[in-house]
């Protein structure tokens, strides 16, 4: 299939839809709209008669038509808490609060006091062709920064370093995998986790009986009720389903990181100058510590909409890799 460009925001740009002969429709991707802090609500939504000149505009024009939309438009995930979800109708999260940030640096890039912003949701299955198409200049949820994605889409600098860990029952003596010898160990099926945790388990000479679940809700529950001893899954998950349960205290997350994934923003891969802009106000954001202002914010404080604290500090991986700045990924 190919992309359907929107008029109202792209006017008769239609070198969009040739350079995105695999993307899905835009019908796909439901849209809200919002506005950033600091960033005006007065933007006209016609686009400049300049633009709808371009009748052959390249890849890579991103700042271009949010210049002459006078718009960013924000991917957000619907329900990936605490990074991007939607809370009363609102996106919210800390990917969403960061993209917001980055924002504003492009209304000041473009000396723009009038950009909005609007929002679009978009899932795990069609938001790098959301970025490819151009119906999102920003994705703004839980997404990994990989080797194969950047054949696609650019990313910044990560803003979240995720880890494949395990929860158990407080009361139990368990601490790392190594006290799980013996043990059944759930991990929902399809994902990444159930293999990483039985390479771990091969690795260290674990003897563990892996129990597929349908979802991570089957497969929490499981620990909950006492019929698997853990549940392995990525670490912001277990603090989010822990935080959730009627009594967080009766379960803990324990292990060193099986896997390492960092989360970082996408966005057009062949836009340099987009990209400077993003990865100027990332390392802004981490030497002012703003962005740990906002980790604290949706990690170690209630939040919307039920005022859920996940009591999740910074792990040493991130706080390591905010020292040294940088969007290399070796993977």
Not at 10 to 21: D, E, N
Not at 181 to 205: F, M, P, Q, Y
Not at 237 to 243: E, I, K, N, Q, V
């Amino acid at each position: 299939m190919t992309c359907e460009a929107n008029p109202a925001r792209f006017g008769m740009v239609r070198a969009l839809a040739a350079a995105c002969a695999a993307c899905a429709t835009a019908g796909v991707i439901a849209q809200n709209t919002g506005t950033a802090a600091g960033l005006s609500t007065s933007a006209k939504t016609e686009v400049p008669s300049t633009a709808l000149a371009r009748t052959a505009e390249p890849p890579g024009q991103t700042l271009q038509r949010i210049q002459a939309t006078g718009r960013v438009v924000i991917g957000h995930r619907e329900s990936s808490l605490p990074m991007s979800y939607v809370a009363n109708g609102v996106p919210v999260g800390y990917s969403v609060d960061v993209c917001l940030q980055i924002a504003q640096a492009i209304g000041r890039h473009l000396q723009r006091r009038d950009l909005r912003v609007d929002y679009r949701q978009v899932t795990s299955g069609n938001r790098f062709e959301a970025i490819e198409c151009g119906d999102v200049d920003l994705e703004c949820g839980s997404t990994t920064n990989t080797a194969a994605r950047r054949q696609r889409v650019a990313f910044t600098i990560a803003h979240f370093i995720a880890s494949s860990r395990i929860v158990v029952q407080s009361q139990r003596p368990f601490e790392r995998i190594e006290d799980l010898d013996g043990k059944t160990v759930a991990s929902t099926v399809g994902t990444t986790n159930i293999d990483s945790l039985a390479r771990e388990a091969a690795n260290k000479s674990v003897r563990l009986r892996i129990e597929p679940a349908r979802d991570h809700a089957e497969g929490f529950g499981w620990v909950v009720d006492g019929r698997v001893d853990g549940f392995a899954m990525d670490d912001v998950l277990l603090y989010g389903l822990r935080a959730s349960h009627a009594r967080p205290q009766d379960l803990k997350v324990i292990g060193k990181p099986m896997t390492i994934e960092p989360y970082a923003v996408a966005f057009e891969r062949n836009d340099p100058a987009l990209k400077a802009v993003v990865d100027a106000e990332l390392r802004r954001l981490i030497q002012t510590r703003e962005l740990h202002r906002l980790y604290d914010k949706w990690f170690t404080q209630p939040i919307p909409p039920n005022g859920i604290n996940l009591g999740m500090r910074m792990s040493h991986l991130l706080v390591d890799s905010l020292r040294y700045p940088s969007d290399f990924v070796p993977q």
